[in-house]
């Protein structure tokens, strides 16, 4: 069903979004320069935009390894976008470098990436005979639809975080620590999640995953190392995405309260308060259950610090928060429930809802 239903809305984007041209995928905006790997006649380019973050790691993907010096005049900010290598890397190789080829690749990593988050879901719940319908519900999640229209990597750092909970719960340590080490090479703020991981596994007593997780950052450490040395501009965007305690959630109250009533204004707010619905949830969740749930707990909390931390950067876009705190759905669709009434599929069931309306309505 998983495939089906993917392959339905790729196909959907690709020849009726995008008009067949494999760009559409990427967000490409007029105002950065375009990447010399690209043919502006070809490009679908959405004239007075900045682009979105796709077109960044599309241009990584053309060149990762920097060697025609204009690669780096079409990044933002090369020194954040550069972290986050992994999946353009992937794009490059297994687009055997062909640069006709690579947005192809890179569109089938995210449609591969959510059938296989379903399957290593559907394993993760292999002990919960009740709950193995449950990863269909990936389908729902706004999230995942936003990131196969605009080319990111957040799926391909979720399904790592998956592989990740997968291998931690059946004590399969070597692939814990693999899966989560790729992940903060996909996305730094995975390193949240090593540190959950960590500290599970000290208070679960697993020796042997604490013994494995200190190796885990190494590949990562190596990589930021490595940047520093090559000396790219631009600012790293920290100061920028986060300020103080509930400042951003504040403000992103007061620009729903007080902007004009329509379409996109009710949709932000419906999304928006569904993830902060699903923050609470899987903390009740995990109250209730916290022997089954404790990595989901504790990572939890760290995300629940991050959105706190959140400024309008973030918060002020719905396809920022719910790119960025896409793993939050995750976290609530992984927590083990015994709840018959589960609160836990009304959110994931209202949220397709937002998924619904975003491939319909987004332009």
């Known amino acids: 069903m998983a495939v089906v239903v993917v392959t339905a809305v790729t196909c959907y984007l690709y020849f009726v979004k995008f008009q067949g041209n494999i760009t559409g995928f990427f967000r490409i905006g007029s105002i950065l320069p375009l990447s010399p790997f690209l043919d502006p006649e070809t490009t679908k380019i959405y004239q007075g935009e900045i682009g979105y973050d796709g077109q960044q790691f599309l241009s990584l993907a053309f060149d990762p390894f920097l060697q025609n010096p204009e690669t780096i005049t079409t990044l933002d900010h090369p020194i954040y976008r550069y972290r986050r290598i992994l999946y353009p890397l992937i794009g490059y190789f ?14 089938g990593i995210n449609y591969l990436s959510i059938i296989v988050i379903v399957g290593i879901t559907s394993l993760y719940f292999k002990l919960n005979l009740d709950q193995k319908w449950q990863p269909l519900l990936t389908l729902c999640i706004p999230g995942v639809w936003m990131v196969l229209s605009l080319g990111t990597a957040d799926l391909l750092s979720s399904l790592l975080l998956i592989i990740s909970f997968y291998c931690y719960r059946y004590n399969k340590p070597i692939g814990t620590s693999v899966a989560i080490s790729l992940a903060c090479l996909t996305r730094e703020t995975l390193l949240l ?18 013994k494995h997780l200190f190796w885990a950052w190494i590949p990562p450490f190596l990589w930021t190392i490595y940047i520093s040395f090559l000396d790219l501009p631009g600012a790293v965007r ?9 400042e951003g ?4 109250f007061i620009s729903l309260l007080t902007g004009e009533i329509q379409g996109r204004s009710l949709f932000e707010a ?4 569904i993830l902060i619905a699903i923050f609470v949830a899987i903390l009740i969740i995990t109250k209730y259950h916290r022997q089954d749930n404790r990595i989901i707990q504790i990572s939890t909390l760290f995300y629940s610090a991050m959105f706190i931390m959140s400024s309008m950067t973030i918060l002020g876009y719905y396809l920022d928060y719910s790119r960025v705190f896409m793993d939050v759905y995750f976290l609530l ?3 083990i429930n015994a709840f018959k009434n589960s609160v836990k599929s ?3 069931l209202a949220s397709g809802l937002g998924s619904i309306a975003f491939l319909l309505l987004h332009s």
């Open 94 to 107: 297994l687009g055997l470098g062909n640069s006709e080829l690579i947005p192809y690749v890179m569109v």
């Open 193 to 210: 999640i090593w540190l959950a991981l960590l500290i599970t596994s000290i208070l679960q007593q697993k020796k042997e995953q604490i």
């Open 238 to 246: 920290v100061k920028a995405n986060f300020g103080y305690p509930f």
């Open 249 to 252: 959630i504040y403000n992103k």
């Open 270 to 273: 419906y999304l928006f308060m």
């Open 333 to 335: 669709l992984l927590s």
């Open 346 to 348: 009304q959110l994931l």
